[in-house]
């Protein structure tokens, strides 16, 4: 054999499986394409699985073996691939089947685009109990190839079973990360498209077969937190260029095609990148770019990014994720440089849950959100009960430098703040960190889940202010001069002060209980905040829509969902 390798090496992963594994070999052996070789990685199987890898093996020398320590199928695969002598990578699943052309359709294609190195295929679901063959759905809408890793970020739509990949392709991406037991194949489509786009075969040429002991019927959450846990990594790494590598940004329809897909994907609160809780990375990715390519791109399209960011931070104002994108939508506006630091998703998890606890929504969620967290990122939670929670507020932090020494780069304190904000966050809160008089210029840095905006001076902070949104407390870490804080609880506290005991701080410090005054005071100010955005949309024509309407509509909206936000932290005269 290594005198005339095969043309496929099928990668076969099984543990425990051992009623259904000889099916899935059969099907192996039923292939009308000949030259393959069948890689069985037993990831220690404690029933008959090695008997029938025996048997099997004894059947027919093309079937070659490897027992390992339990890892889960991310381990059994990396296995499998290195041990592949085949050209041409495929996977096959232990419960699941190969139609009888499945390798001989991929040879086909493979003559017919020599330069593509990804192929993947349509499915058919096969129901264990009734034994029914049903011609299913792919989970979600095949995009056109340019739109392929955008549309990924929204949701999985390449089965493993189907997948047909180029070996020395394969190992230039690298090995699927085992940490993911239950998302390591959606990690792995993620990085190879960025480099081999993905080729679509219209044929049902594998049979995935739906029973109870699948690991997904088990824990089917997990898998929508491991793919968010790949999807933040991912963006964390990746600027938007990488994630549109076939679009010509020379052509301005290709790049708002580009920026508008992205948008798309960053407004749907259901994309596989929120399963873990609201994040702004893609968001910011969308504004880098932008900000890094205003010389080349035409003023009227960065005007109707401006003008998306405004409308959707206006008519989600109190979703989960309107923070995000009320901040966006001043950022979207401003000449301004953006950094994006790596954000650990186990943090964005840690405060999803938090929040999830405090406004008692989806108790099974928290369940399962709780037992991913501990049984896959080994954090453990202390148990939270109703006189333990602080009701998430949204926070300002504001910094100001002294006589220009504090440097965002270099300085520690600024380490201190950043470690203080992110404990904020940690614990369910939304927070902003504004920092003024450091820098001459607009910065945004994305660190740790935080948000921090360095703006050049006070007089561009008091003219800002309003267009972040309504704020439940404005913290000053330092003096408060000339900043125009009236419709806000304030806590003015030294920057020592605020940073001793900071964990003590964040359960405590902000446990604050909110008068009918600052009620009345914070719907006077969401009022004009949310007028002056109407007037926005209205003057860049991004809504088409009478001003009474929209006014009188605001201003019952904005009255019920803030009346009801500030019941449910309680409040005294």
């Known amino acids: 054999m290594s005198h005339n390798p095969p043309f496929f090496s099928v990668l ?53 073996t490897f027992h390992k320590e339990n890892g889960g199928t991310g381990s059994a695969l990396n296995v499998g691939l290195s041990m592949a002598w085949g050209e041409w990578i495929c996977w096959l699943s232990s419960d699941d089947l190969f139609e009888s052309y499945k390798l001989i359709t991929h040879f086909q294609w493979i003559q ?19 034994g029914k063959i049903i011609d299913s759905e792919h989970w979600h809408p095949l995009p056109d190839k340019p739109f392929q890793i955008i549309e990924m970020l929204r949701g999985n739509f390449v089965s493993g079973n189907s997948v047909c990949i180029n070996r020395i392709a394969w190992k230039k991406v690298g090995l699927f990360n085992e940490s993911l037991r239950y998302g390591q194949d959606y990690d792995m489509w993620l990085r190879l498209m960025v480099i081999y786009p993905a080729s679509y075969i219209p044929v049902r040429t594998c049979i995935s077969r739906q029973h109870l002991h699948q690991d997904g019927k088990r824990f089917p959450q997990a898998m929508y937190y491991d793919s968010a846990k790949a999807a933040i990594q991912f963006l964390n790494i990746h600027t938007l260029s990488n994630i549109f590598p076939l679009i010509d ?5 290709l790049t708002w095609n580009m920026l508008s897909q992205a948008l798309n994907v960053a407004e749907d609160k259901r994309a596989f990148i929120y399963a873990l809780g ?46 995000i994108w009320n901040i966006s939508s001043v950022i979207a506006s401003l000449d301004i440089s953006i950094k994006i630091d790596s954000t650990e998703p186990v943090n964005i998890a840690e405060a999803y849950y938090r929040r999830r606890h405090v406004f008692r929504s989806q108790p ?57 904000a992110k404990t904020l966050q940690l614990f369910g809160n939304n927070v902003l960190l504004l920092v003024y008089g450091v820098n001459d210029s607009f910065l945004l840095v994305y660190q740790s889940n935080v948000i921090m905006v360095s703006l050049p001076n006070n007089s561009e902070l008091n003219r800002l202010l309003p267009e972040f949104g309504v704020f439940d407390i404005a913290v000053i870490l330092g003096e408060n001069k000339g900043l125009n804080f009236s419709c806000l609880y304030q806590q003015q506290l030294t920057i020592s002060k605020a940073l001793d005991n900071v964990e003590d701080k964040a359960l405590r410090i902000f446990d604050t209980k909110t008068s009918y005054t600052h009620l009345f005071a914070s719907w006077l100010c969401g009022s004009y905040i949310h007028l002056s955005k109407i007037i926005r949309l209205i003057r860049n024509d991004s809504l088409v829509i009478s001003f009474i309407p929209l006014l009188l509509y605001h201003i019952v909206r904005h009255s019920v969902v803030i009346i009801y936000r500030k019941i449910q932290s309680g409040f005294h005269v």
């Open 278 to 323: 609201a994040h702004p990375l893609l968001v910011l990715r969308v504004l880098e770019w932008v900000c890094l390519n205003s010389a080349i791109i035409e003023q009227n399209i960065h005007q109707q990014i401006v003008n998306r960011m405004l409308t959707f931070s206006y008519l989600n104002r109190y979703k989960d994720f309107s923070f």
């Open 12 to 64: 076969i992963p099984t543990y425990n499986q051992a009623q259904f594994l000889g099916a899935a070999l059969d099907s192996l052996l039923n292939q009308t394409f000949s030259n393959w070789e069948g890689i069985i990685i037993n990831d220690g199987s404690t029933d008959d699985t090695k008997a029938i890898i025996d048997a099997y093996c004894h059947k027919d020398k093309r079937f070659r």
């Open 249 to 253: 940004l020379n052509d301005p329809k």
């Open 112 to 130: 017919k685009e020599p330069d593509c190195s990804f192929f993947f295929t349509h499915f058919r679901d096969l129901d264990d109990k009734s």
């Open 364 to 420: 099974h969620e928290k369940v399962v959100l709780r037992r991913w967290l501990e049984k896959f990122e080994e954090l453990q939670l202390e148990e939270i009960t109703a006189t333990s929670i602080n009701t998430p507020k949204d926070i300002l932090l504001v910094v100001q430098s002294q006589d220009n020494k504090l440097d965002i780069n270099e300085n520690a304190i600024f380490d201190r703040i950043f470690e203080f």
